[in-house]
Each structure stands twice: as structure tokens, then as C-alpha cells.
């Protein structure tokens, strides 16, 4: 395993996601991954079904996407593909405008561009843990509503008017504590709307002051894809965001996401449901 950058990201070798593991391979991919938040592994040679195989081996998968249909006979597959509209270009963690964002997230690289269309992640617990102390108190008493129909929507996902059709609203602390690791992480993102019990100005002001803490580069990673690398991100601890610098190239990716907990504040209070109904999709392949 060889450490990426000074706080978040490693990539690991010798290990080959398609076939049999032991437990205690996967075991370290766990404990790599909780680590340093997001893992690296080139040259996978993953089908559906052995990428399905091995994410299970990481938790219980979630349906495809709350919003968007699966392909046929693919259930929890999300296909990542700018031929489609989908570019990700903001920085968020996903899924965060329902009550149990996913886990951990797997991604394939089925195409990539010649040049360009890296993706960055960034370390949300060192990034709390960078906050000057006032600021640091301030966020662990934040609640902030995350919702579809949000910044990050408006040019960066496919078929929008879809997409926001349906109101999806979460009610998340601004500091989760980490269910496996005990850490706590900014929980923030481009679904964050609103702060519970500010203004509408004044809840925009302190997510995007929080939010510089986060995307600062010393907080960041950046990995420049090539066609069967599998990154596997922490979705509970980062954020990332894919660079659309490549035109009219197509890129496309194959995701897979585990289920996820409830966030639970520092005081213990959990995430709750504003609006919209996603248990289908937490309930995942059952």
C-alpha cells in the first residue's frame, strides 16, 4: 500500500477485486479504507456480477439510486456517464439529502478520457479537525437540511427536471460521529441548503465558511483514472468532486454503494426524514 497524499488516500496493490479473497485481504481493504478514506486499486477486471461479489464483501449493497431507475437485471448499479448528462462536477458527499446516505462507494472506470476527468476527495474529519476551536463548537450544535433541489443540481446532474420532481429532504448534523471509528466529520456537501434555525443568508454564509475547510488542498487527493481502476471511497468521512475537463470525450464509470447508518450527531441525536421516501433504497437487494 502506498500513501497518496498527506491526509487522505492510498492506493493498494497486489490485491484482484474479481476473483476469490480471503478474509483477511478484505479485511485490509477495510482497514485501508477506513484509514485513509478512499482506496485505489488499478487494473480490476470487474463484470456486474464480480463487482457486485466483491462490494458485498464491504456491507450490504443499496439499490442503484433512490431516484434514478437500475438496468435491466443489474439492481444496484448506478451507471456514471457523461453521455447521459452526468458530470459531478461540485464538491458533495453523496446521497446526502436522504436519511442513510450509503456507506461506502465503489466505482469501476469502464471509459475514461484522454486527457482529463479526474476526480478529487477530500477528508472530512481532518477538515473538522482543522476548524479553529470557536468554529469547531459552533459546528457540533449545527443542523443542516441537505436536499435534490439544491445548487449541486443545477448543472451536474442528467435529466434535472427529473431529478427534482420529487422533493428528497434530510435533516443531518453538521458533524457526524463515525459509526465504525468513532471519528467525527463535517457532513456538508452541495445538497446542504440550509441551516435549521438561521436565516436563509446566514445558513448559505456558514455552510460555505465550513465548507472552505473541507475543500482546502491540503485536505484533497487527486487521482487521474485510467480504464479498470476501482476507487472505493468512504462516503461516511469525505467529499469529492469529478472534474469535467474533457468536452466532448465521454466518460463513464460503474458504482456500487453499501448501505449506510443514520447519522448520529455528537449529542446522539440522529439524521431524520423531511420529506421524501427512500427506505426502498436503504432496504437494498432484499
Known amino acids: 500500500m502506498t500513501r497518496l497524499a498527506g491526509n487522505i488516500g492510498a492506493?493498494?496493490?497486489?490485491?484482484?477485486?474479481?476473483?476469490?479473497?480471503?478474509?483477511?485481504?478484505?479485511?485490509?481493504?477495510?482497514?485501508a479504507l477506513l484509514a485513509h478514506k478512499v482506496v485505489f486499486l488499478?487494473?480490476?477486471?470487474?463484470?456486474?456480477?464480480?463487482?457486485?461479489?466483491?462490494?458485498?464483501?464491504?456491507?450490504?449493497?443499496?439499490?442503484s439510486h433512490p431516484i434514478y431507475a437500475a438496468p435491466e437485471?443489474?439492481?444496484?448499479?448506478?451507471?456514471?456517464?457523461?453521455?447521459?448528462?452526468?458530470?459531478?462536477?461540485?464538491?458533495?458527499?453523496?446521497?446526502?439529502?436522504?436519511?442513510?446516505?450509503?456507506?461506502f462507494c465503489l466505482l469501476h472506470a469502464k471509459i475514461i478520457p484522454p486527457v482529463g476527468g479526474d476526480t478529487m476527495w477530500a477528508n472530512c474529519v481532518t477538515a473538522y479537525q482543522s476548524l479553529p476551536a470557536p468554529l469547531r463548537a459552533l459546528a457540533d450544535e449545527l443542523r443542516i437540511l441537505h436536499s435534490n433541489d439544491s445548487d449541486f443540481t443545477d448543472d451536474t446532474v442528467d435529466?434535472?427536471?427529473?431529478?427534482?420532481?420529487?422533493a428528497y429532504v434530510a435533516e443531518h448534523p453538521a458533524v457526524r460521529v463515525h459509526p465504525e471509528t468513532g471519528e467525527r466529520a463535517l457532513l456538508l456537501g452541495g445538497f446542504a441548503r440550509s441551516v435549521v434555525g438561521m436565516?436563509?443568508?446566514?445558513?448559505?454564509?456558514?455552510?460555505?465558511?465550513?465548507?472552505?475547510?473541507?475543500?482546502?488542498?491540503?485536505?484533497?487527493?487527486?487521482?487521474?483514472?485510467?480504464?479498470?481502476?476501482?476507487?472505493?471511497?468512504?462516503?461516511?468521512?469525505?467529499?469529492h468532486y469529478a472534474?469535467?475537463?474533457?468536452?466532448?470525450?465521454?466518460?463513464?464509470?460503474?458504482?456500487?454503494?453499501?448501505?449506510?447508518?443514520?447519522?448520529?450527531?455528537?449529542?446522539?441525536?440522529?439524521?431524520?426524514?423531511?420529506?421524501?421516501?427512500?427506505?426502498?433504497?436503504?432496504?437494498?437487494?432484499?
Do not use: C
Open 11 to 31: 492506493e493498494i496493490g497486489g490485491v484482484d477485486t474479481s476473483g476469490p479473497l480471503s478474509d483477511a485481504a478484505v479485511a485490509a481493504v477495510r482497514a
Open 42 to 63: 488499478r487494473d480490476q477486471n470487474l463484470d456486474y456480477d464480480s463487482q457486485q461479489a466483491f462490494a458485498e464483501r464491504l456491507g450490504e449493497l443499496t439499490l
Open 73 to 103: 437485471r443489474r439492481p444496484a448499479l448506478r451507471e456514471m456517464d457523461s453521455a447521459h448528462g452526468t458530470k459531478a462536477n461540485h464538491w458533495h458527499t453523496d446521497l446526502t439529502f436522504i436519511e442513510r446516505p450509503p456507506a
Open 159 to 166: 435529466h434535472r427536471d427529473d431529478y427534482v420532481s420529487t
Open 199 to 239: 436565516t436563509p443568508a446566514a445558513g448559505r454564509d456558514l455552510i460555505r465558511l465550513l465548507q472552505e475547510y473541507v475543500t482546502q488542498p491540503e485536505q484533497t487527493v487527486r487521482w487521474q483514472w485510467r480504464v479498470g481502476d476501482l476507487v472505493i471511497w468512504d462516503n461516511q468521512a469525505t467529499m
Open 243 to 286: 472534474i469535467y475537463d474533457y468536452g466532448r470525450e465521454r466518460r463513464r464509470g460503474e458504482r456500487l454503494t453499501t448501505i449506510g447508518q443514520t447519522p448520529v450527531g455528537i449529542d446522539g441525536q440522529a439524521s431524520v426524514t423531511i420529506a421524501g421516501d427512500t427506505s426502498a433504497y436503504s432496504a437494498g437487494l432484499r
